[in-house]
């Protein structure tokens, strides 16, 4: 399985943009890349995925890089309600199966 | 539309003892998947079912099982439960390959003593 390299923590204030940069040098070519956060007492929640070109939705964009080694989930303006664990997951195309790594612990003051 | 509902919310076991878990998909998903989150290894994927069928496994004993019925809800059993096996077990559907997009159910917080 794939592995994913993430930050443990990061830290934003309210209304400012975050990066949140994945390494995934072992990426396979029909590997997606998918993110989900996990707020506090809750299931992890899907954010975005990508395959090779960048993509935006109403919460959040997604930056991968052209050699695919890398991806940026990007959260516009970050709120409170932002405060969660973020996930890397890479996702082959024929599976559910997903493989958490540890995330990034992102903290959002106000 | 009804998210996934995951029951029971909070269950406590004692060692030895064996139980079991239920999951409801969203409505006309047909893939499930389960997970195990504990503080010390994080979540780690146990199986996956799709159309009634496993299709994945995850790398644990084979006290962990599951099963899917022909409505796509899901059932995981353990049995004798160990204190190691206290955790939150979360269940995820998806309308299977090649969507993969996963939604959570809140999970099922087992505690053995």
């Known amino acids: 399985d794939a592995k994913t390299t993430q930050p443990n923590s990061m830290e934003s204030n309210e209304e400012e943009p975050v990066h949140l940069p994945c390494n995934h040098s072992t990426i396979s070519g029909t590997d997606y890349i998918h993110w989900y956060r996990q707020l506090p007492s809750q299931g992890p929640e899907y954010v975005i995925h990508g395959l090779t070109s960048n993509v935006n939705n109403r919460m959040a964009s997604l930056a991968i890089a052209e050699d695919r080694k890398s991806s940026t989930l990007i959260l516009h303006r970050a709120t409170l309600r932002d405060a969660a664990v973020y996930y890397c997951i890479l996702i082959s195309y024929n599976t559910d199966k997903l493989i958490f790594g540890t995330g990034t612990r992102l903290q959002v003051f106000p | 539309k009804a998210g996934v509902t995951q029951t029971p919310r909070y269950l406590i076991k004692t060692r030895g003892q064996q139980v079991t878990l239920s999951c409801s998909p969203i409505?006309?998903?047909?893939?499930v998947s389960w997970y195990q989150q504990t503080p010390g290894q994080g979540l780690q994927f146990l199986f996956e079912y799709f159309s009634e069928t496993q299709r994945n496994k995850g790398n644990f004993p084979g006290r962990f099982s599951g099963r899917q019925f022909s409505n796509s809800r899901s059932e995981m059993n353990v049995s004798t439960l160990e204190l190691g096996d206290s955790a939150l077990y979360l269940c995820?559907?998806?309308?299977?390959?090649?969507?993969?997009?996963?939604?959570f159910g809140a999970g099922t917080r087992l505690s053995v003593l």
């Open positions: 995820a559907s998806s309308l299977g390959v090649p969507k993969n997009i996963q939604y």
């Open positions: 409505s006309g998903h047909r893939s």
